[in-house]
């Protein structure tokens, strides 16, 4: 399995870190790597603290599932097929902001943000993963 070396993972941190200073807002951004483990994490100053977990659980989210946290949220609406999958896992988070990261199409890892609307998490992720794609 492949899997996100640290130096890609400074990479996707220091795009993420950029375009929240682009857009003026402060986030917690984490990576994890293959397995699903915390490989980097970053608080801006001034993020919120409630966000942190948040942002581990997007990234964790991404990767357990290989698709964005916003994809699993879609089927876990009530009556939907995956209706509480949130409560599995040790807790995932099933909004916008955790995207799998690809590298020669294979998942490597992934990022999750969190600390402002969820249209921002998900505009700093994408600006993150863009450095590898």
């Known amino acids: 399995m492949a899997d996100i070396n640290n130096q890609q993972a400074?990479?996707?941190m220091d795009a993420a870190?950029?375009?929240c200073k682009e857009i003026d807002v402060k986030m917690n951004v984490a990576i994890v790597d293959a397995g699903?483990?915390?490989k980097a994490f970053a608080r801006m100053d001034g993020a919120w603290l409630g966000s942190i977990d948040i942002a581990i659980k997007k990234a964790k989210?991404?990767?357990?599932f290989d698709m964005p946290s916003a994809a699993i949220g879609q089927i876990s609406q009530p009556n939907g097929e995956l209706f509480n999958?949130?409560?599995?896992?040790?807790?995932l988070i099933?909004?916008?902001g955790g995207i799998p990261i690809k590298y020669n199409g294979q998942v490597i890892g992934a990022i999750g943000v969190?600390?402002?609307s969820v249209a921002n998490d998900v505009i700093v992720a994408e600006a993150g993963v863009a450095v590898i794609n």
């Open 10 to 12: 400074k990479m996707v």
């Open 17 to 19: 870190i950029a375009k």
């Open 36 to 38: 699903a483990n915390l």
């Open 61 to 64: 989210t991404a990767r357990c």
């Open 85 to 91: 999958i949130e409560h599995s896992n040790g807790g």
């Open 94 to 96: 099933t909004f916008g």
């Open 114 to 116: 969190s600390g402002s």
